[in-house]
């Protein structure tokens, strides 16, 4: 507070009233004349407890205020301040303004004096200083404790200028982040420091809060430190302003977030490793809650193994049990039930239905998690589509079956071709040398009988993958053609058969005798399920890649149960007697053979379909000139003959010797070994099984000592090993029981050097 005073004349002149106003003022008030001598005080001013010693007058009226001053011991500052008076007397200065603690004052208090020119002299005023001095303490010990708060703070903080762009001041935790001292920081610019990729984003935060968009900003930011490496922080930024809302500077804390980023990015990495790795494993994991209620996670091999999302499951947690196939649901159910009880883990195989109706096997496994407590924190499982392996096992027991059968069909094979070969022959030769026309129709029925059994036979060991094939480039429509000229023989009247086939060529690799055997089994059995009559289709559809062999009856059909046994062996829907059960056996594994498959359209009471799908070929169909059937005809030269069952042995002798031939006949191979080296066979006739030496073996022996004698092989069944070291060799192979006007003509074009293809 600055007073300016009355002079004195008119303090004197009217010093009531003067005075009045004096004495109502708080502060402590005295007017000097020019020499320094107290002219008036007001009553704060007799009060005041340091002017206590001023006894003479009233309260120091009369004295001279330099004396009171000098003689002073309350306040230290006492010369300070007569001297200033003095100075302002004397007109050399027009103000002194001092601040003071009075010692002598009770409570310490601190004044403010101030001293002015007045009327020739000065007046004087003593202004108690508490609640402004409190405040200044107050705010000095903020100072200080911000001082040290912004110094010693752990992260980075500074003041910036108000663009945004200048440290006014840094702490020690900026200059270690930047790797800077102070003065080197307050040379360099904001924008310096700033990964230049993030310095527009900076400054469009500085703009908006300069604008009064905002009032303070947090932003990521990347810095550089002095070494050049980059530095990742999160910026936060506030804006100061005055009373008059001008903008005085930025308070920014920058706190170093490069580990926590690193430790992001590798998290974010881990995550982007870990669902990559989900993505490209075929099982399915989950993670589900202790109590088994909330899905926690599923990976996305769900969606291919069930078929449906995976956000499904999250949704609807506890319907997944829905998609299992009502026969395994409670078993499933239940057990899943036990993990969230006593039960460690689990391990099942069962059955679920994909939305559109397949059904498909999977295994799950399932565990319990615990903490170092034993207390369970969570479920985690595995889910494995079996499906191919369940039908790689379920194929696996239809080839040990096979390998059953087939190993049957080869014994079988052996012993009973041989056996139907002996009774070949002698009704072959009870034909020829029959007497009467009885004796001669008894031997054609025997025959018909044995190419029945050899027809039994000859499906066994289809069925069991025991019959070699002979593929060549085969046109199906003159399979189908020449299948239809024999299927009107053998099925009834009431039936149609239509033959339907493509313009183009449907030529496919494959092995015609067998095929013909497709045709006829798939047609025979349409025949015995159209017992009333019906349509019987033979169809050929042809395409770049494939042919299609079809074969269609409008008869009662099968359900699904039956489809599933359609092609195991001896399986049959007919009455015991009735069919072997072998036909369509056969049909799968010739088109097995052939690279092919089948698929099967049928219903109770809606017919059947069986499409035989075979791959196309670009070969061209070799045309064969079929045999003179016209009969037998007499013949000459030396066959040596080795088969050691006696039955075939002498029936084929007799029949060769009746029609010309000589026949040195053997019983095992070491008899043939041992023959003197003339006169010299033409043709050796052997089997392929012998005891001792084989067939084969025997026949590699005499070749070398024979070089110009014809080998023809026999075998009850003809495996593809012997057809091929047949071919290597040139020789013949004969599969039993075979025909004998076949036997003949074969040993007739050989005596002639011919070597027909078998």
Partial sequence: ??????????????????????????????????????????????????????????????????????????????????????????????????????????????????VRPFSGGAVVMHQALREQIERREQRREIDTRFSGAFEFAPIGVALVSPDGQRFLKVNRALCDLFGYSEEELRTRTIQDLTHPDDVEVGITNVTQALSGGVRSFQLEKRYTHRNGTVIEAMLSASLVRDGNGTPLHFVAHIQDITKRKEAENELRASNERFNQLANNITDAFW???????????VSPAFETIWGRPVEYLYTHPHEWADFIVPEDRDRVVSTFAELTGGREKLDLEYRIMRPGGEVRWIRSRGYQVRNAEGELTRNIGIVTDITERKQAEAELRQAQKMDAVGQLAAGVAHEFNNILQTLMSMATI?????????????????????????????????????????KMPTDLREQVSSAKELLQRLVPENIRIVLETSQEPAIVEGDAGQIQQVLLNLAINARDAMPDGGTLTLRVVSSENEVSLEVQDDGFGFDDDTRDHLFEPFFTTKKVGEGTGLGLAVVYRIVEQHGGRIEVQSGPGEGSLFRVILPASSGTPVVTQSPDASGMSQGSGLVLLVEDEDGVREGITMLLEMFGYKVIAAGRGEDALALPRTPVPDLLLSDVSLPGISGPALAGQLSTRWPSMKVTLMTGYLEEATRSLARKHGWEVFQKPFEMDELTRHVAEAMRGESPVN
């Fill in 1 to 114: 507070m600055y007073l300016i005073a009355p002079s004195p004349d008119s303090l004197e002149g009217d010093d009531s009233r003067h005075m009045t106003i004096l004495d109502a003022l708080p502060a402590h008030i005295a007017v000097l004349d020019r020499d320094g001598l107290i002219v008036s005080v007001n009553e704060t001013w007799r009060r005041l407890a340091c002017a206590s010693s001023l006894r003479d007058g009233i309260e120091g009226v009369g004295r001279s205020y330099l004396d009171v001053c000098e003689e002073a011991t309350g306040f230290a500052e006492a010369g300070e301040i007569a001297a200033g008076v003095r100075s302002i007397l004397r007109g050399e200065t027009n103000a002194l303004s001092v601040e003071y603690q009075c010692h002598s004052d009770p409570e310490r208090r601190w004044f403010l004096l101030t």
């Fill in 287 to 297: 993670i589900r809650s202790p109590d088994m209620q909330t899905v926690q996670y």
């Fill in 430 to 470: 009870s034909r020829l040398n029959g007497a009467s026309r009885e004796t001669v129709r008894i031997a054609s029925v025997m025959e018909e009988q044995i190419r029945r059994g050899a027809s039994v036979t000859r499906q066994l060991l289809l069925s069991s993958r025991r019959e070699a094939l002979s």
